[in-house]
């Protein structure tokens, strides 16, 4: 099945990326969320890093020097090695249409190409994972029962040791073992709430549009792929990318 959207055929399970989605959540969160509350300074950015993905003909994943939603904790879990799109139906129309930039793929082609569908989002979980390790380490057993006298007792250790691992410093004692343990925990968690091939196909078939779902490629996509793009909130045809250079 197909559907058309300004007379642009889309597949019927589309996978999208939208270009500063963190950044331009940032700002509506700010605000009341109407469509003047995002600054002409902010829709040009965009637009700019739109311009730019399109001239290079591929997404990447975020670099650690970028501003996006990525925190310390999916850095380490691995999740800097991929491209993220949402499965949600048409997740980017709630937002102010002028700042909306983006592309639309599918989902089953992106799948058969190797995508992976995380069916949940993982980062409370990474985050859970991580605090545990530094209060286990410190001999801290029951930091969400604790009294008082506990957390005094506790905390300033605490804080240093989970500083001291969100810097990756490895001089100091227990860090590297933390690191270590966290990664093989978080893969655990990954394998769990992840699905790849046909397994993948059948939830995104039969998933409720808000349930969480959303799609990992690995390392780059090439915009040769996708079905559409968006311009201002507007879904366009996707052309080749000579063209679209050429217009720049």
Not at 23 to 41: C, F, I, N
Not at 166 to 195: C, D, M, P, S
Request: aromatic share 10%.
């Amino acid at each position: 099945m197909i559907i058309e959207e300004n007379s642009i055929q889309l597949p019927q399970h589309p996978a999208y990326h939208t270009i500063g989605l963190s950044y331009l959540m940032k700002e509506v969160g700010t605000a009341d969320g109407r469509q003047d509350d995002v600054s002409r300074v902010s829709i040009d950015r965009i637009r700019r890093q739109y311009l730019a993905i399109r001239a290079e003909g591929c997404l990447r994943p975020t670099l650690e020097k970028e501003e996006s939603s990525m925190c310390f904790e999916d850095r380490i879990a691995g999740d800097d090695s991929y491209v993220f799109l949402s499965v949600r139906e048409k997740d980017w129309t709630s937002l102010p249409g002028q700042a909306c930039f983006g592309f639309i793929f599918d989902a089953y082609s992106l799948i058969d190409k190797g995508a992976i569908l995380r069916t949940s989002d993982l980062v409370g979980k990474y985050t859970d994972i991580l605090k545990e390790l530094v209060a286990e380490q410190i001999g801290w057993d029951s930091v969400s029962t604790s009294s008082a006298e506990e957390v005094a007792k506790f905390k300033d250790e605490y804080l240093r040791l989970l500083d001291a691992v969100r810097a990756t410093n490895e001089t100091v004692q227990g860090v590297h073992e933390i690191l270590h343990l966290f990664g093989q925990k978080v893969r655990e968690i990954q394998q769990h709430e992840q699905l790849t091939g046909d397994a993948a196909k059948a939830y995104i078939g039969t998933y409720r549009p808000f349930e969480f779902a959303e799609l990992l490629v690995y390392e780059q996509l090439p915009l040769a792929w996708a079905a559409a793009a968006f311009e201002h909130g507007i879904v366009i045809p996707m052309v080749g990318n000579d063209e679209f250079v050429q217009k720049l």
